[in-house]
């Protein structure tokens, strides 16, 4: 099997990382049902530790957590 140049992988990916980026970080606000799922699992895990937020978009999520939960 042939490897693609680092080219060809990198130059799509960082296309498709700036327009995701892009989306605003409000977009979760008109998620209602993820907004339950995320308060729910902010409420049972509160007093657990860290939790660490892997490649998760473009931070909506963890804005989330540090402000609102």
């Known amino acids: 099997m042939k490897m693609q140049s680092l080219d060809k992988?990198?130059?799509p990916y960082n296309t498709t990382a700036e327009?995701?980026?892009a989306?605003?970080?409000h977009e979760l606000f008109k998620k209602h049902f993820d907004l339950l799922l995320?308060?729910?699992f902010a409420l049972i895990n509160k007093n657990k530790g860290r939790c660490t937020d892997f490649g998760c978009g473009?931070?909506?999520t963890t804005k989330f957590f540090t402000t609102k939960a």
């Open 23 to 25: 989306a605003p970080v």
């Open 9 to 11: 992988i990198i130059k």
């Open 19 to 21: 327009h995701y980026a």
């Open 58 to 60: 473009p931070g909506q």
């Open 38 to 40: 995320l308060k729910e």
